[in-house]
């Protein structure tokens, strides 16, 4: 009762802090101090969201990659394409409860959304802008951003920066929250009949035999399904292994001329695939990335960080063959300990699939017919 009551409060003040309870088989959503989530907030981050002429061209916004009827990815795109269609080396990932993320990009560069949000606009292979000068002019400028700014904000056009941009996009991150997927109904919500048998049997695989979830978590309240840590688990650095001095040479050449780590790791295919160890130098974070959460994974094919497994049942192949696409090729000296071949036969593999499948928030599934 209570609870029922605070909620119908909240949700007219803030979505803030501890306040809104999130959906089923998900944790309440924390928004920063300085950026609490409101309502209005998040609608302005929406326009903004969608505004191509935030671009170079005028042709690409943050939908563009994100697009919010596509699960917020791109699919079937394997990497992305930004303004005036250059190509970047990385698939865009789904923002679809971003909020939960403890770092972001897929190597964990960025620390917050809000430091996020203002770097597609002027790197290379996405928007592609020089500086933020045009987007504050249109902000400025325009009455329908000047009115929504200021109820936000309360400040004037003359008083906008960049960071009010972003934390009006991080805003609208945080608000799209998909839980509440059959697999919640029957782990969280006591309803057993939710899974079908192949998928309680690919679930027992996930948090047993398949090791799954030592990576990609399943909590006793609620379930992320990522540890938000980084682990090499076989994909690209596997063929590029003996060319890693060069490539790190060549990072430490980008770096050192002054080029944003975005740019360095989005323009070249190669570098892109040392992943974590663009940012934090350590050899054991060679070909790492961050796990990312399954939740919803069966609207956003391709798979992993260069959208290199096209279906989730390559996706287990891989992991199958112990973190290589076909098996008994090599893997790297940095592949994660914790990749092993598992042996599973094809009803096991369909059964993982299928529990993969249960993981699509219900909401999604009612909007898509
Ligand atoms: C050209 C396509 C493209 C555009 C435009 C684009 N993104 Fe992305 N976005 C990507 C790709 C690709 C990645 C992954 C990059 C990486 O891992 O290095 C990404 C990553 C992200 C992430 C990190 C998610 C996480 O936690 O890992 C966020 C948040 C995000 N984008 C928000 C935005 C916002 C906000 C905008 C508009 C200001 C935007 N993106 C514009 C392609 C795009
Ligand atoms: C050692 C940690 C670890 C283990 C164990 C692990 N994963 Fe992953 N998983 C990751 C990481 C890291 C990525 C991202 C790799 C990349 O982008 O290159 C990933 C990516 C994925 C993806 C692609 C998601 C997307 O949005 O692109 C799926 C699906 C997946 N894993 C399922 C599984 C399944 C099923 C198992 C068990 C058979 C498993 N994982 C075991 C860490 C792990």
């Known amino acids: 009762m209570t609870s029922h009551f605070t909620r119908i409060l909240s949700i007219g003040l803030l979505y803030t802090s ?6 089923l088989g998900l944790p309440p959503v924390v928004s920063p101090d300085h950026n609490p989530t409101t309502d209005a907030k998040a609608a302005l981050g929406a326009r903004l969201f969608s505004d191509s002429r935030f671009s170079a061209q005028g042709d690409v916004s943050c939908a563009s990659c994100h697009t919010p009827d596509n699960a917020f ?5 394997q990497t992305s394409e930004g303004s005036a269609a250059v190509i970047s080396s990385r698939n865009a990932p789904s923002l679809l409860n971003v909020a939960y993320n403890t770092s972001h990009e897929r190597d964990g560069r960025t620390a917050s959304l809000e430091a996020q949000a203002a770097t597609p606009f002027i790197s290379h ?6 500086d933020y000068t045009s987007i504050l002019n249109i902000v400025r400028n325009e009455k329908a951003y000047r009115d929504a700014f200021y109820a936000v904000f309360s400040k004037t056009p003359a008083a906008l920066t960049i960071d009010d941009i972003s934390m009006a996009l991080a805003a609208y991150e945080r608000s799209q929250i998909a839980g509440d997927s059959a697999f ?6 006591g309803q057993s009949a939710a899974l079908t048998e192949s998928q309680q049997r690919g679930f027992e695989i996930f948090m047993n035999e398949g ?4 990576c990609h978590s399943v909590g006793k309240d609620s379930a992320l399904f990522t540890d938000q840590q980084f682990h090499n688990v076989g994909i690209g650095i596997n063929a590029l292994q003996r060319k890693v001095p060069q490539l790190s040479k060549a990072l430490a050449t980008a770096k050192a001329d002054g080029e944003g780590l975005a740019d360095v790791v989005l323009n070249d295919d190669s570098l892109s695939h ?6 934090d130098g350590k050899d054991s974070s060679i070909g790492a990335f961050r796990t990312p959460t399954l939740r919803n994974v069966s609207l956003s094919a391709p798979y992993m960080h260069d959208g290199s497994i096209d279906t989730l049942r390559g996706v287990v192949i891989h992991y199958n063959n112990g973190g290589v696409n076909i098996a008994g090729n090599r893997t790297s000296p940095w592949l994660s300990k914790q990749i092993k071949p598992l042996n599973l036969n094809d009803q096991q593999i369909d059964d ?5 499948e249960s993981l699509t928030s219900t909401r999604l599934i009612t909007a898509q017919q």
Do not use: K, T
Not at 125 to 130: A, D, E, I, K, Y
Not at 184 to 189: E, K, L, V, Y
Not at 211 to 214: D, G, I, L, Y
């Open 184 to 189: 919640d109904r029957w782990r969280f919500g």
């Open 125 to 130: 292979s996405q928007m592609g802008l020089q």
């Open 18 to 23: 501890s306040a809104l309870a999130a959906e």
């Open 73 to 77: 990815s791109d699919g079937p795109l």
């Open 274 to 279: 040392l992943g974590r160890y663009a940012v």
């Open 211 to 214: 090791n799954c979830a030592s």
């Open 352 to 356: 993982l699939v299928a529990f993969m």
